[in-house]
């Protein structure tokens, strides 16, 4: 069977596709930042309390009470990116959910789990004692495993020649585990997020010494060498990944290949530089190079997806039917949210300047 016949017309589009694309970067941007720094520091507050045998240390309950809203907010700002992905590939997204449909939403269920879990950690974290392990470790093996049912049904939408296996399981259960690209990715990903949230406790150590805690010196180097080792690790995983990419991604006789090679080159330079700042205890240059690769790789990344799909879709054929009107209020509305998300966190950080809450 011809793959191509199993892909949905896909929806009209009221404006341009660049303008969808701009704001799936820009609300995915933010949305990775978080989830990094929340699954990052999860897994520190977990290798953490297992080498100290379940016992309370100052870095795992600090964790633990800033994990809940790191998980609202990962969430949160997760929406707006699905969305605008399901704008530009709706048509393939719908159809691999469907394919893995019983997995996908074990992701909701999994994402409920964990973040109850998280809250008992917080609220119980004095009276657990060695159950502390056990429960993160819970919050963490599901927050794994809904990372890991994301990168199936992202991997599943680039690739519709394997959507014929429905044919043969029709359950709703199908993964793609046979993507030679599916647990590099994965693990990219992983690693990455590790390197950040290290990186997110470094900034808040530092943050802490510039305010006379000498105590926190050892949060931020400690922080770093997070940042910094896990990176390194990730160049390995990033090079894995690479390696197995079928030859239409990185063809440098189109545009698209090129533009992968000269991407992937700036983010390997950006990244360098970012573990030689983080070996150094330099938090703040650290952060300036990191941030500028998230979003290189982000742009990387929806490249590839372009070169995946190049035969069987491209967003240039996407029909406009012109209707401004819906695009602009939403504009006016993601702008006024903008500023006020800006108030609140101007208002909550007089709060902690001030000494009536703790960062």
């Not at 069977?1 to 896909?10: R, S």
């Not at 802490?208 to 940042?227: I, P």
């Not at 997806?305 to 240039?316: D, H, K």
């Not at 012109?322 to 695009?327: A, F, G, V």
């Amino acid at each position: 069977m011809n793959p191509a016949a199993l892909i949905p017309t896909p929806d009209t589009l009221q404006v341009p596709w660049g303008w969808f694309q701009v704001l799936l970067l820009l609300t995915l941007y933010l949305h990775i930042l978080l989830m990094n720094v929340m699954l990052g520091s999860a897994v520190i507050a977990l290798v953490n309390l297992f080498r100290s045998d379940g016992e309370a240390t100052p870095l795992s309950r600090d964790i633990s009470r800033k994990l809940p809203f790191a998980i609202a907010f990962t969430v949160n700002f997760g929406i707006a990116p699905l969305l605008f992905v399901q704008v530009l590939y709706g048509n393939f997204l719908y159809t691999s959910s469907v394919l893995m449909a019983n997995f996908w939403l074990l992701a909701i269920a999994l994402l409920i789990i964990g973040y109850y879990l998280a809250y008992i950690l917080d609220y119980k974290f004095d009276v657990l004692h060695s159950g502390r392990v056990l429960l993160i470790g819970a919050t963490v093996a599901s927050l794994l495993a809904i990372a890991f049912l994301m990168s199936n049904n992202f991997t599943l939408l680039e690739r519709p020649e394997t959507w014929t296996r429905y044919f043969d399981h029709r359950t709703g259960m199908l993964l793609n585990l046979g993507d030679p690209t599916l647990f590099p990715r994965y693990f990219h990903y992983m690693a990455a997020a590790i390197a950040v949230g290290g990186l997110s406790l470094a900034l808040l150590a530092d943050w802490r010494l510039r305010r006379g805690d000498q105590d926190a010196a050892a949060g931020v180097r400690s922080g770093c060498n997070w940042f910094a080792y896990a990176t390194m690790v990730n160049f390995g995983i990033g090079f894995w990944f690479f390696g197995v990419l079928p030859r239409q991604v990185h063809d440098l006789t189109s545009t698209v290949g090129i533009l992968i090679a000269v991407l992937l080159l700036t983010g390997i330079i950006l990244g360098v530089f970012s573990v030689i700042y983080g070996l150094q205890a330099r938090v703040r240059p650290a952060l300036y190079t990191v941030l500028p690769a998230v979003l290189v790789m982000l742009i990387l990344r929806d490249l590839v997806r372009v070169a995946y799909l190049r035969p069987y879709f491209s967003l240039a054929d996407l029909e406009v039917v012109p209707q401004y009107s819906p695009m602009l209020a939403f504009l006016l509305i993601f702008a006024g949210g903008i500023v006020l998300i800006g108030w609140m966190l101007k208002l909550a950080w007089r709060t902690i300047i001030s000494g009536e809450a703790r960062p």
